[in-house]
């Protein structure tokens, strides 16, 4: 477990969201330092995941702020904080989320692309995630051809290759078996710290939540409080 340091990468501060009747979030507030794991707990409808996505700039919360490195992010346009899920964010999803018919270095390669990087060059830096992440040889093999566990490892590849300052995981073990979760919580936990990105994990597992150095938990759309992790490993 690290020390909570003392610059916030990530913070959201007094955010609220509501869908129609329903308060998603009541006047929540979290703070991620810079090289933290935190795991946002609950159960399914708590708000854990529309904080998740309010934090990402994927939704944008009905009061309250959303910084990241010490700017407001939550109050750009649409097209400026797509950017920043592409260059500033990386996401790990429960089932993946890759492209079916790209091969495995190209759907790591593809945020790169997408931000104007020469193919030949993007594919070169994505090659460069496979060995650290066990995929040594599964470079041009499609999703199709990969194990729940390896398609994760992509997926892992993909969050990280444009080295950004936090990586946002949902349910990234979701669909895995015990064996295979343990496995990929562990890279994850350790790509994005040796990568210097800040980790924040969506779960309701709590063999997921002891790899993170902080857990807090959502209920009715409010923190219920935070408290240490001991590393899962």
């Known amino acids: 477990m690290i020390g909570r340091m003392s610059e916030d990468v990530l913070s ?5 969201k509501r869908f129609g009747e329903t308060v998603a979030l009541g006047g929540v507030g979290l703070q991620v330092a810079r090289g933290e794991a935190v795991a946002i707990m609950g159960p399914s409808g708590s708000g854990k995941s529309t904080l998740l996505h309010c934090l990402a700039g994927i939704t944008r919360p009905d009061a309250g702020r959303v910084h990241l490195l010490g700017q ?24 993946g989320q890759l492209l079916p018919e790209l091969p495995a270095e190209e759907n790591v390669a593809l945020p790169l692309m997408l931000g104007g990087m020469p193919r030949t060059k993007a594919v070169g830096r994505a ?15 499609r999703p ?10 992509v997926a892992i590849a993909r969050a990280l290759v444009t080295e950004p300052a936090v990586v946002f995981a949902d349910e990234p073990t979701g669909a895995l078996d015990q064996a295979t979760g343990h ?3 562990g890279l994850l936990v350790d790509s994005t710290r040796k990568g210097g990105a ?8 709590p ?7 902080r857990v807090v938990e959502v209920r009715d759309g409010l923190l219920r409080g935070a408290a240490g992790a001991e590393a899962g490993r």
């Open 127 to 141: 090659r460069d995630w496979f060995g650290p992440l066990g995929l040594t040889g599964k470079e041009r093999r």
């Open 12 to 16: 959201g501060i007094g955010l609220v």
């Open 72 to 95: 407001r992010i939550d109050t750009i346009g649409e097209r400026r904080r797509s950017e920043l899920r592409r260059t500033r964010f990386g996401f790990v999803f429960q089932f």
């Open 207 to 213: 063999e997921v939540a002891r790899w993170c150095d």
């Open 198 to 205: 800040s980790l924040v994990v969506v779960t309701h597992d």
């Open 144 to 153: 199709g051809e990969l194990s729940g566990g390896e398609a994760q490892r």
């Open 183 to 185: 496995t990929v919580m």
